[in-house]
């Protein structure tokens, strides 16, 4: 049964996934190796917190659901029944974070890495206990976006994904076992398909971004968030797929590396809202307004899907 958990990394996903579980009713202890992240962390939670409360998600009892901030990694882990891993998508800092906890960790305690796509069977050749590691990827925002994909390596034990899976359940959450622990997983597979094709087009001037942006909200992404790929296949008739993938698979983007437009704009620094331009602009109260409004819709229209209007 797990009851205390430590979250190791705070920087986007940290505070949001932090203040989420301590909803659910466990103890959560947060820690970061930058202190000024630990501080941005404290205001990011209190921000969750505002939002879990529009989404009438109920705080638990007063001696349950507490998120503590530690100093040391050792403060962290200690007594943990589950780790959460958080740190930046690299192997080697998320190795590091593995080997430094491996002596201070209970043998039975479950590793979980919030991979945005790095097999599980990679990560789990790094820590003593693989059978207890697994990937549990949560999606930004995380105190919002309920559904997190639950992934197994190749030397994960199956009891330690169902022990994941009924955990996300049993706080209100919906888990998906994704059933091979391929690069990321399904979620990230299909978003980074509409991410390449969306890029190459603003990159060739077929469009703007701002438009592009239009284009897909209110052309796709609002229908899918009613109607799934696969049954969107079957309300637009197989036929029609058939025919028109017959002649535009050919032509979508199939480029196997970075698009130049993402490598010049990381280079020089402009990585979006974290640096203040990225494909837009962004003022720091430009900012402000836009994280309280996506907030509110995200919360507006989640309230609608689950049928709570
Ligand atoms: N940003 C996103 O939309 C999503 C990211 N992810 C994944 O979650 C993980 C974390 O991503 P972000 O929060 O975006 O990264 P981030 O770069 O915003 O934050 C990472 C944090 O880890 C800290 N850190 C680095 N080394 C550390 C160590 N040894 N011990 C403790 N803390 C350490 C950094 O100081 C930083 O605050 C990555 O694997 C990423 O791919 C998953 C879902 C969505
Ligand atoms: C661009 C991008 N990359 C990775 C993830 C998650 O792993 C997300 C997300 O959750 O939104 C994302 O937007």
């Not at 201070?104 to 820590?127: E, F, N, R, Y």
């Not at 959450?173 to 890029?199: C, M, S, T």
């Not at 993402?262 to 962004?282: D, H, N, Q, R, W």
């Amino acid at each position: 049964m797990i009851r205390n958990i430590a979250i190791i990394g705070l920087g986007t996903m940290g505070p949001g996934m932090a203040a989420r579980l301590a909803r659910g009713g466990l103890q959560v202890v947060a820690y970061d190796v930058a202190p000024a992240a630990i501080e941005r962390a404290r205001s990011m939670l209190s921000a969750a917190e505002t939002v879990l409360d529009a989404l009438d998600i109920a705080s638990p009892s007063a001696d349950v659901g507490m998120v503590r901030f530690a100093d040391d990694i050792g403060d962290a882990v200690s007594g943990a029944d589950l780790v959460i891993e958080n740190v930046p998508e690299n192997i080697s800092v998320k190795a590091e974070v593995y080997r430094s906890i491996d002596g201070l960790i209970g043998s039975d305690t479950i590793v979980a890495s919030d991979t945005s796509g790095i097999p599980i069977t990679k990560l789990q050749a790094h820590i003593s206990h693989p059978e207890r590691m697994v990937g549990m990827h949560w999606s930004n925002p995380p105190h919002i976006i309920p559904m997190i994909e639950v992934i197994g390596g190749e030397r994960t034990a199956p009891q330690t994904v169902a022990t994941i899976r009924e955990l996300i359940r049993s706080i209100g959450l919906l888990p998906v076992v994704v059933k091979k622990d391929i690069p990321g997983f399904v979620e990230n597979r299909v978003l980074y398909a509409l991410l390449r094709e969306a890029v190459d087009l603003v990159e060739r001037g077929v469009i703007d971004p701002e438009d592009l942006d239009t284009c897909v909200s209110w052309g796709i992404g609002y229908k899918i968030a009613v109607i799934g790929p696969m049954a969107l296949l079957d309300m637009a008739g197989l036929d029609i797929y058939k025919s028109v993938s017959s002649f535009l698979n050919a032509d979508l983007s199939n480029r196997d590396d970075v698009a130049p437009v993402v490598l010049e704009k990381t280079k020089a620094s402009k990585l979006g809202i974290k640096s203040g331009e990225g494909m837009f602009f962004y003022t720091p109260e430009q900012i402000k307004a836009l994280q309280g409004e996506r907030a509110r819709k995200l919360v507006a229209v989640r309230r609608i899907l689950e049928g709570r209007g």
